[in-house]
Every structure is written in C-alpha cells, then in structure tokens.
C-alpha cells in the first residue's frame, strides 16, 4: 500500500484548500491516519488525526477552521482547510496506521506543500 497525498498549493489568506491522500492497494483494516505539516526551519507536527472509530483531534492552531475526514469506501483520507492563515504554509504529509496482507505497518505519504500568502 503506497499512499498519495495531493491538493496543495498557493492560495491567498482567508482562502481554503483540500488535500487528499489516497491509499493504493488493499487496506484490511483503518487503524487511524493523520495530517502533518513542516514548515521551513520548523519540526514537523500533528495537525490533525483520525480514528477508525471516526474520533478526531485537532491541533490548537487549526481546530476550527480544519476538518479530517475519511471516505472508507475510497480509502481516501482528506484535509479541508478554511480560513487559512500565511503561517499555515508548510509541507503537508498524511500519515495511516492500517493493516494489509503484511500485517501492521505505518505508513507516510511523500507531502505536498501549501503555500498561502498575506
């Protein structure tokens, strides 16, 4: 399973962008799956996560204005992004913890950057 996260780009403050990241291949089992960012110079951090149950956290910075989500049937996890501020440009990775025929694996998807401008 290799997952593709995509829908990053420029887009002016106040504006709104979903990213998506889908996973090929076949998943036995959605354990949860989360959003990060890395802004230049910055570590990279937790943006957003969701269960399989469907619980989702949120971090302070983003809570209210970003929405997790995640369509089983496609197993495609999205981040719908509102209101957005310069200091949320960043590279964007997705990340699922999810078992397939191998058992177990955690797994990233290689980014996408979303640049919003002042």
């Known amino acids: 399973v290799q997952l593709q996260a995509s829908g990053g780009g420029l887009v002016q403050a106040g504006g709104s962008l979903r990213l998506s990241c889908a996973a090929s291949?076949?998943?036995?089992?959605?354990?949860?799956g989360g959003w990060y960012r890395q802004a230049p110079g910055k570590q990279r951090e937790l943006v957003a996560i969701?269960?399989?149950?469907?619980?989702?956290r949120y971090a302070d910075s983003v809570r209210g204005r970003f929405t997790i989500s995640r369509d089983n049937a496609q197993n495609t996890m999205y981040l719908q992004m509102n209101s957005l501020k310069p200091e949320d440009t960043a590279v964007y990775y997705c990340?699922?913890?999810?078992?397939?025929?191998?058992?177990?694996?955690?797994?990233w998807g290689q980014g996408t950057l979303v640049t919003v401008s002042s």
């Open positions: 990340n699922a913890l999810y078992v397939d025929n191998g058992g177990l694996k955690n797994n």
């Open positions: 291949g076949s998943i036995i089992n959605f354990n949860a």
């Open positions: 969701i269960t399989g149950g469907g619980n989702r």
